[in-house]
């Protein structure tokens, strides 16, 4: 079993949307969740982050994260075509001074159509 | 304030050659973590660099390795090239010592590795 599981997708929606990303995972030891989105041939770049349980907001962005269901989403409203890129989620246990291990889903590939 | 940057942008070599593969982290960032992303996949964790020690490691062979400096670059070192090495290399930086959580990993847009 995989550490993360993300559905590769790929997703298709219409301009003005609400896009629902989402990932599972198996290590009761992460704690700290973020969302990267990737454009063809460039880095993944941090969208939001958030810590243990409970929602975050940032402009059209919304993360959520439910610790008991092992569960977290990205929520995207009123969707741009800039928004087409490929969605990746990332966890991490403790974060120490001996060092830190990033786990990645897949990447969800999302395309918003004019 | 420049991000991370790395060199080259991208690389063609033949199977068995060797490859070093470069990372300049973020300003005020100390911690220096590389993947490897195959198309279509998520990264996968190669090995993270701290104070100039290999601090982390994944389910990587030895002929992946690396070297972090005092300047906190860093380099990865890549030997008997496979065909399956082709890949784009990713490398992350962070900051540890004082910060805590709220300086998660920021990325470079990597060094696309095709082996021949």
């Known amino acids: 079993q995989k550490e993360v599981e993300q559905d590769p997708g790929p997703l298709s929606v219409p301009e003005g949307a609400i896009v629902s990303l989402n990932c599972t995972y198996s290590?009761?030891?992460?704690?700290?969740f973020m969302w990267y989105r990737q454009y063809s041939r460039k880095g993944p770049e941090l969208l939001m982050y958030?810590?243990?349980?409970g929602n975050k907001e940032d402009g059209r962005f919304t993360a959520q994260v439910d610790k008991s269901s092992k569960y977290i989403s990205l929520f995207i409203r009123d969707s741009q075509p800039s928004d087409s890129a490929t969605y990746l989620c990332?966890?991490?246990?403790?974060?120490?001074?001996?060092?830190?291990?990033?786990?990645f889903g897949t990447g969800t590939s999302l395309t918003v159509i004019p | 304030d420049a991000g991370v940057t790395q060199s080259p942008t991208h690389l063609i070599k033949t199977r068995g050659q060797q490859v070093t593969l470069r990372c300049s982290p973020k300003?005020?960032?100390?911690?220096v973590s590389w993947y490897q992303q195959a198309l279509g996949q998520g990264p996968q964790f190669i090995f993270q660099?701290?104070?100039?020690?290999?601090?982390q490691r994944g389910n990587f062979p030895d002929r992946f390795s690396g070297h972090q400096f005092p300047n906190y670059s860093s380099e990865l070192n890549v030997n008997a090239l496979l065909l399956g090495d082709s890949a784009l290399y990713l490398c992350?930086?962070?900051?540890?010592?004082?910060?805590?959580?709220?300086?998660?990993?920021?990325f470079g847009d990597g060094t696309r590795l095709s082996i021949l």
């Open positions: 992350a930086s962070s900051r540890i010592r004082g910060q805590g959580w709220d300086q998660p990993q920021h």
């Open positions: 290590n009761s030891a992460f704690q700290y």
């Open positions: 958030t810590y243990s349980s």
């Open positions: 990332a966890m991490s246990a403790v974060y120490s001074e001996t060092g830190n291990q990033f786990y």
């Open positions: 300003s005020g960032h100390d911690t």
């Open positions: 660099y701290y104070e100039e020690e290999e601090r």
